[in-house]
């Protein structure tokens, strides 16, 4: 029977822990805008470009010029208030992202860019 490698399972300086990220090739953007009043403006059935190549994303980096707010894979999730001067915004490795839904209440029309790897 192999010993295992007291070392390497406890991850010392003697023999460390190789960590590699896998990359990705694809990548979705696009820019359009919201207006004001909109309610759970659904990204997956209005912006062609978007969840084309990255069906399942975990990367979603915004920009955004007016407070918004955004909801991640289904309407019934808890709204994140996107105020404009936290533009860009990224979220990464935190869940798998299928789909945004955008409500604008700023008073004025917001432009949107997302980019999705």
Do not use: G, H, R
């Given at each position: 029977m192999a010993r295992l490698n007291q070392s390497a399972r406890f991850g010392d300086r003697?023999?460390?822990?190789?960590?590699?990220?896998?990359?990705?090739?694809?990548?979705?953007y696009a820019e359009f805008v919201v207006g004001t009043g909109?309610?759970?403006y659904n990204v997956l059935a209005n912006q062609s470009a978007l969840f084309k190549n990255c069906k399942s994303a975990?990367?979603?980096l915004m920009e955004y010029?007016?407070?918004?707010?955004?909801?991640?894979n289904n309407t019934d999730m808890p709204a994140i208030a996107c105020g404009y001067e936290t533009s860009p915004r990224e979220w990464r490795d935190v869940f798998k992202v299928s789909n945004i839904f955008i409500t604008n209440n700023s008073g004025?029309?917001?432009t949107i860019g997302i980019l999705l790897v």
């Open positions: 003697q023999m460390p822990l190789k960590v590699s990220q896998e990359l990705y090739d694809v990548y979705d909109v309610t759970d975990w990367l979603v010029n007016k407070d918004i707010s955004i909801k991640f004025a029309t917001a």
